[in-house]
């Protein structure tokens, strides 16, 4: 594989994060592009690969545990009435090329494919601004769209039975560190408090660097967040969150979200600016 499979993202020349197209994974872990290392201006990881608590977690990147039964997640599949089970369901995200190529970023194809037959075709966009001397943004997009003559099903571990279990979308999965990380919205404070709820912005704070991840269309802002701080720093924004989201033959979902990468841990109302800074450009 060469660095042009693997574009780097760069902010003033500066590097912040590492994409990779073509990750040689076992099915199990439903191979797809995704971005790691990702940093901090100052060069501090704020991703994490595989780690030993989720092999299937891979940095930043769009991840789907039920399409029409197919698991685009990793690992184990929620079944109602059942319970987290192994089963040969996994399908793969495939980079079939990139339509732009910048330093700050690049537009890409994918197709999503399981059990040989592709479900959904994929627009993905990725940018990297800078804000600050101590803060940039990654602005990621994804558009679905159902390449099948049905319409499509896409669930969570939620809508199969599984409560507070709605992951599947945009995710990011951050350093795990001796402490977990601070939640925080713009209203609301704690991983309780933050998980499940509809809102404008939400930040996770870790040792020496901040996150906050905002959803830029009304359709993303709908989208619940899921989050995880004390078993695992992750932050994802729900596509099935209550109810299964269908899509019709020839349908396209997009999605947009805007992460701010900051160093240090600035105080809410900063946070609220660089958010602001963020979506605006």
């Not at 100052?42 to 991840?63: F, R």
């Not at 319970?83 to 399908?91: K, R, S, V, Y």
């Not at 729900?238 to 989201?245: G, I, K, Q």
Request: hydrophobic content about 40%; proline content about 8%; overall charge neutral.
């Amino acid at each position: 594989m060469t660095a042009h499979d693997n574009p780097v993202l760069r902010v003033a020349g500066r590097p912040v994060g590492r994409y990779v197209t073509r990750p040689e994974l076992p099915d199990r872990l439903a191979p797809r592009p995704y971005l790691h290392p990702v940093t901090t201006l100052a060069g501090t990881p704020v991703t994490e690969l595989s780690p030993a608590d989720h092999l299937h977690h891979l940095g930043v990147g769009v991840a789907v545990p039920d399409v029409e039964g197919h698991n685009f997640w990793g690992g184990r599949t929620f079944v109602r009435d059942q319970g987290p089970t192994e089963l040969d369901n996994h399908g793969a995200q495939r980079h079939t090329g990139f339509q732009l190529r910048d330093p700050d970023g690049f537009v890409e194809e994918l197709r999503w494919v399981a059990a040989g037959t592709e479900l959904l075709r994929e627009r993905r966009t990725v940018a990297a601004t800078g804000l600050t001397g101590a803060a940039w943004a990654l602005d990621f997009t994804f558009s679905l769209t159902n390449v099948t003559p049905g319409p499509l099903s896409l669930g969570s571990p939620a809508t199969n039975g599984r409560p507070g279990a709605a992951y599947g979308g945009f995710f990011w999965r951050a350093r795990k560190e001796s402490r977990p990380p601070k939640v925080f919205t713009a209203d609301r404070a704690g991983e309780a408090a933050a998980h499940g709820a509809r809102a404008d912005w939400l930040a996770l704070a870790g040792a020496g660097w901040t996150l906050a991840f905002a959803g830029a269309t009304e359709d993303t802002r709908r989208d619940p967040w899921f989050v995880r701080a004390a078993e695992y720093p992750g932050v994802g924004s729900s596509l099935a969150h209550t109810e299964r989201l269908t899509v019709a033959p020839g349908e396209t979902v997009v999605r947009r979200i805007v992460t701010v990468v900051a160093d240090g841990r600035p105080a809410r109302d900063e946070v609220a600016a660089l958010v602001r800074k963020a979506v605006a450009q």
